[in-house]
């Protein structure tokens, strides 16, 4: 099973006519769903408020075939992002999330984990980066069963990093038991300053991570391990881009589900990963992205209609 943590929100979406459409999202909630699509057991282990908002959460993962493992749903508020899309199809965010059921938790809340994961996912900025569920999840994640992968997506979002420096070590720590971390250029710009992406995948590399990742836009995307490395480029497949939203997440769920696919959630086998293997599997992801640009928000493809896109 893939296991995804980190916030949950309603996303009030601004249509063309000016008025706001309620879509469930946040990026480790879109990426429990991709993945399932995908056809990855997938679950999402980060509390969900019991409000209305919270029953449209809950209701989309259950659809999805996504287990929601916390035992319960606080009587907390469900966060809320209003999103505004950009002449360009590039989404700006603004957030309320004080006293959120996804912030303000206590570690009981967090389920406990046994042999069925494969791997434990945790989406950066908006949980890692707030002061009161940063501390809390982190310490969560590293007593994890060590044999327990976990894969980093820092999602930075700076108007929710409550202090960076506190942000930035708790990606540190993670990134030591890391098997996977990827980043979009924009989170390595934040995290690293004007570092060129191969000196950042080097960086992640020397942190412990077995697989780095940086997603660079419309440019592709490169993927390393310390035997070899790779640029994928994005192909002209004819498809109508409608927005970017959750393009990063879909792409990092294709990322994990096909590893988990191929018996190579480990540190071992993604060494055997030389450069031809790892553009294969970053030509998957981006198809991925890719099919989900081509709808509006969150709405990420099967793996049929992936591989039928590749063919």
Do not use: H
Request: hydrophobic share 45%; charged share 20%; with cysteine.
């Amino acid at each position: 099973m893939i296991v995804t943590v980190g916030e949950n929100i309603i996303d009030l979406v601004r249509n063309p006519d000016g008025l706001f459409a309620a879509v469930p999202g946040g990026s480790p909630y879109n990426l429990a769903i991709a993945a399932a699509r995908l056809g990855a057991p997938a679950g999402y282990a980060m509390p969900i408020s019991n409000d209305f908002f919270g029953d449209q959460l809950a209701a989309t993962l259950e659809a999805n075939g996504v287990a929601y493992l916390p035992t319960a749903r606080p009587a907390r508020p469900t966060g809320l992002a209003f999103v505004d899309i950009g002449a360009d199809g590039q989404p700006s965010y603004a957030f309320y999330r004080e006293q959120a059921a996804d912030v303000a938790i206590a570690a009981a809340e967090l389920p406990a984990l046994g042999a069925e994961v494969d791997v434990v996912e945790v989406g950066g900025a908006p949980a890692l980066g707030n002061k009161e569920c940063g501390p809390v999840l982190c310490e969560w994640l590293l007593n994890l069963d060590e044999a327990v992968p976990l894969a980093l997506d820092p999602n930075v979002r700076p108007a929710l990093v409550d202090d960076k420096q506190s942000f930035l070590e708790r990606c540190d720590a993670i990134c030591a038991r890391a098997l996977v971390c990827r980043l979009s250029d924009e989170d390595a710009e934040y995290m690293y300053g004007s570092l060129a992406p191969d000196a950042v995948l080097d960086l992640l590399l020397g942190k412990g991570v077995a697989l780095a990742v940086i997603t660079l836009g419309a440019k592709g995307a490169m993927l390393a391990t310390a035997e070899a490395r790779t640029r994928v480029e994005i192909p002209d497949r004819g498809l109508p881009v409608q927005d970017t939203i959750a393009a990063g997440d879909c792409f990092f769920a294709a990322l994990l589900a096909s590893l988990r696919a191929d018996g190579r959630l480990n540190a071992g086998a993604l060494r055997g990963l030389d450069a031809a293997g790892l553009g294969s599997l970053g030509d998957f992801c981006v198809a991925a992205a890719q099919i989900n640009c081509s709808r509006t928000g969150c709405n990420p493809p099967t793996r049929g209609e992936v591989e039928e896109l590749l063919r």
